[in-house]
């Protein structure tokens, strides 16, 4: 009964605009199970209830769309670019230290993920349905809210070209409609992003 109360309560509550900035990191593998690293830079805008928030997520992976070095010498010229639009929500605890869980769908593309050699067709794809799923913490700290986010993104429509002709070890037919995940660890800042306590 509490429960309902407070889940009433919640959706009753006036809202508050949310916004929210995060720089950090992604991964995701190439086609032969090399990881890739890139910065990752994301914004959300959207409303905050107490038990809740949802909102508008942009994302971009600001990596090398793909290497043509083909020097397999470190450091690797291997590449990982993508990005996202999505439209999120989920619960959320409340307070000054809150943790939530976000869920959400949109549209994204990768536009290369590679290993370092020039002898591999890149991951890539067009634009097309794309998900994601994001664990969160808050913290309140003099009127702003800082937090770090673990999460991943599902990009759909992936697909690669055909390998190079006369190397057979690399001559794979072309593929598509492949998904790939990338994950990512933000650190995020945001005003009075929270519900009010």
Same mark, same amino acid.
């Given at each position: 009964?509490?429960?309902?109360?407070?889940?009433?309560?919640?959706?009753? #509550?006036?809202?508050?605009?949310?916004?929210?900035?995060?720089? &950090?990191?992604?991964?995701?593998?190439?086609?032969? &199970?090399?990881?890739?690293?890139?910065?990752?830079?994301?914004?959300?805008?959207?409303?905050? !209830?107490?038990?809740?928030?949802?909102?508008?997520?942009?994302?971009?992976?600001?990596?090398?769309?793909?290497?043509?070095?083909?020097?397999?010498?470190?450091?690797?010229?291997?590449? +990982? $670019?993508?990005?996202?639009?999505?439209?999120?929500?989920?619960?959320?605890?409340?307070?000054?230290?809150?943790?939530?869980?976000?869920?959400? #769908?949109?549209?994204?593309?990768?536009?290369?993920?590679?290993?370092?050699?020039?002898?591999?067709?890149? +991951?890539?794809? &067009?634009?097309?349905? !794309?998900?994601? #799923?994001?664990?969160?913490?808050?913290?309140?700290?003099?009127? +702003?809210?800082?937090?770090?986010?673990?999460?991943?993104?599902?990009?759909? &429509?992936?697909? $690669?070209?055909?390998?190079?002709?006369?190397?057979?070890?690399?001559? #794979?037919?072309?593929?598509?409609?492949?998904?790939?995940?990338?994950?990512?660890?933000?650190?995020? +800042?945001?005003?009075?992003?929270?519900?009010?306590?």
């Amino acid at each position: 009964m509490a429960l309902a109360i407070a889940l009433v309560s919640s959706l009753a #509550a006036p809202l508050h605009f949310a916004l929210e900035v995060g720089v &950090g990191g992604a991964a995701a593998t190439d086609r032969y &199970g090399g990881w890739h690293q890139a910065p990752v830079v994301a914004v959300f805008v959207g409303h905050d !209830a107490p038990f809740w928030v949802a909102g508008i997520r942009a994302m971009g992976v600001l990596g090398t769309p793909d290497s043509t070095s083909g020097n397999n010498r470190p450091p690797s010229n291997g590449g +990982l $670019h993508a990005w996202g639009v999505f439209v999120e929500g989920g619960p959320h605890t409340a307070g000054d230290v809150m943790v939530g869980l976000r869920l959400g #769908a949109g549209v994204g593309r990768v536009l290369g993920i590679q290993c370092d050699c020039s002898e591999v067709p890149a +991951l890539e794809g &067009g634009i097309a349905p !794309a998900f994601v #799923a994001t664990a969160e913490g808050r913290w309140r700290v003099a009127g +702003l809210w800082i937090g770090l986010q673990l999460g991943g993104a599902l990009f759909t &429509g992936v697909g $690669h070209s055909a390998g190079f002709p006369g190397q057979p070890t690399f001559g #794979a037919p072309a593929e598509s409609g492949l998904v790939r995940p990338v994950g990512y660890l933000l650190l995020t +800042l945001g005003p009075r992003l929270a519900s009010r306590t």
